[in-house]
């Protein structure tokens, strides 16, 4: 760590249970972001400001108009340009430090693996339910740390899914668990602060895993609930019949 980077993160270097070994675990991480949308906008800022050394960005999108309302790592400019290559000008504009590498696709078989595989942690930022689910199995497969976050209306939710630690759920045992159907903000809404604090809470689980800091959601579900601004948190069960992970 040079003196520059020495500067720029005193504010967390000098966190005790933090410190200089913590800073220079982000500094070496590399961490896979699916998803440049309303959560992956505020993820790969935060992870970027706090010096993360490499961002690998995926995304197959294009920015829109009506996404502009909650997608704030994109600005009018970028209006039908491919996500990760705005979140890339964006990032280097905030950090020049960090490396960007981007992949303008929807991941998933081989090349899914292969950016698993290569990741300290992955943060899941997409709007699917199949990716979810492909993500989940590779991460579990390659004992990835991931880091999975939703948010609808005025509801959100994080999970942290560490197939290193024993006997744990995966994120199929969560929506064995709720029972939960996919929705979209396309057809149910979403207010805009709502994908900016779930984002955020992401990063900073991420973060505790990367640096071994703090406790993080590991086998528990954090909800909120905006309208009230309540949050509650599960201890989410280990589903012995998963179809993902029952067997690992």
Known sequence: MNDEQLLRYSRQIMLPEFDYQGQQS?????????????????VAFYLASAGVGTLVLADDDVVDESNLQRQIIHGEADV?????????????????GVLVETLQQ???GEMLVKEVLKADVVVDC??????????????????????????????GQVIVVDPRAPSTPCYHCLMQFTGEQEHSCSTTGVMAPI??????????????????????LVGKLLLLDAKTMQWKTFSLPKDAACPSCSKI
Do not use: W, Y
């Open 26 to 42: 982000l500094l070496s991480a590399r961490v896979l972001i699916i998803g440049l949308g309303g959560l992956g906008s505020p």
């Open 126 to 155: 997409c709007d699917n339910l199949v990716t979810r689910f492909a993500v989940n199995k590779a991460c579990l497969q390659h004992q990835t740390p991931m880091i999975s976050g939703a948010a609808i209306r005025m509801e």
């Open 195 to 216: 994908v900016g604090i779930i984002g955020a809470i992401q990063a900073m689980e991420a973060i505790k895993v990367i640096s071994n800091f703090g406790q993080p």
């Open 106 to 108: 929807r991941l998933s």
């Open 80 to 96: 039908g340009i491919n996500k990760v290559t705005s979140a890339k000008a964006s990032i280097a504009a905030l950090n020049s």
